[in-house]
């Protein structure tokens, strides 16, 4: 059934970390541990964390990792942002995106 609340064909924050990390949408609810799939998916719960506000079970629920991982999520994205440019690229482009998506 189609969520009624859903526009077709909107791209959703979890499609534009996809693009910008260059991932297919299934590897970010699979385990992997794959650097591109890792940080994008790193970037979606400390998304869905802050901006979104919600609580650590519902922001790592959709993802195979444990209630820790927001936490953890927030350092790992502060420390590469520090130390890799290509990473700072990516999430300032992320943020652009999701920033242009209709509220």
């Given at each position: 059934m189609i969520n009624p609340f859903v526009y077709?064909?909107?791209?959703t924050p979890e499609d534009i970390a996809c693009e910008k990390w260059?991932?297919?949408?299934?590897?970010?609810?699979?385990?992997?541990?794959?650097?591109?799939v890792t940080e994008a998916r790193f970037v979606l719960i400390w998304y869905r964390s802050k901006v979104l506000k919600m609580v650590a079970r519902k922001a790592t629920e959709p993802y195979p990792l444990s209630l820790q991982s927001v936490k953890h999520a927030g350092k790992v994205i502060r420390d590469l942002y520090d130390t890799d440019a290509v990473f700072k690229f990516r999430y300032e482009q992320f943020q652009i995106d999701v920033a242009k998506l209709p509220r």
């Open positions: 077709i064909g909107l791209k260059a991932i297919e949408k299934y590897k970010l609810y699979i385990k992997t541990r794959e650097r591109e």
